[in-house]
């Protein structure tokens, strides 16, 4: 697979019939939940799963989502999904970029970008990262040519 940065983390998906809308194609928040379980399925490959966070009474929630649809995706559809860690500035913020390729012919059908911000669990309220986010996620960026 022709991925746009090195090293990603992937998952697979499988179109099923729920995820197609009145157009006969992938509806649109099919997507985001897909880049939520990628993102989700990464953290805890990292070691920060669900607990984790809340024992830090830390969460990383959406700031920001932009969604570039290149091609749609239909019912029966193997696709996988990668992500990788573009930025982590150490203090509130972490940005994802992802790319969903169809597998049977190669095609980029998404290539999208979300900004998170660490909150505190407990009141929803901006928190700096603890160190161990620093650490893991930190270590885990992958150098953005496109910044």
């Known amino acids: 697979m022709k991925w746009a940065l090195p090293d990603p983390f992937v998952i697979d998906i499988r179109v099923a019939e729920e995820a197609i809308d009145d157009y006969h194609h992938v509806n649109n928040s099919e997507y985001l939940r897909w880049i939520e379980q990628v993102s989700w399925a990464h953290s805890e490959a990292l070691g920060l799963s669900l607990e984790r966070y809340q024992a ?3 969460a990383m929630v959406v700031h920001r989502h932009e969604l570039d649809y290149l091609a749609p995706a239909f019912a029966g559809d193997e696709l996988q999904l990668a992500t990788w860690i573009v930025e982590c500035d150490g203090r509130f913020r972490l940005t994802r970029r992802f790319q ?48």
């Not at 059908?109 to 979300?114: D, G, I, K, Q, V």
């Open 56 to 58: 830090l009474d830390r």
């Open 100 to 147: 969903l390729v169809r597998s049977n012919d190669a095609k980029t059908l998404l290539h999208a970008r979300t900004r998170f911000a660490c909150v505190a669990l407990s009141s929803g309220r901006p928190k700096r990262l603890p160190e161990e986010y620093q650490r893991i996620y930190g270590g885990a960026v992958v150098e953005d040519e496109l910044g």
